[in-house]
């Protein structure tokens, strides 16, 4: 599984939002944020590839 590491406004609070999505939910913020992150893509026109590769595919083929 690849790892990524940004920065984002605090004023956002996604963390505060995060931890009580996942208080609720048990939903964990890596799957909350994978999960959004996914659907922002394929709304703009980058849906999923179908590929043999469990990490997602390359991009670049």
């Known amino acids: 599984m690849a790892s990524m590491t ?3 406004p605090a004023s956002l609070q996604l963390q505060r939002r995060g931890q009580y ?3 609720d939910s048990g939903m964990s913020l890596k799957d909350q944020l994978t999960q ?3 659907e922002f ?3 703009r026109g980058y849906p999923l590839k179908p590929t043999n590769n469990e990490e997602g ?5």
Not at 57 to 61: I, L, V
């Open 21 to 23: 999505l996942k208080a």
């Open 36 to 38: 959004a992150w996914d």
């Open 41 to 43: 893509l394929t709304r």
């Open 6 to 8: 940004f920065d984002y």
């Open 57 to 61: 595919g390359d991009p670049e083929t």
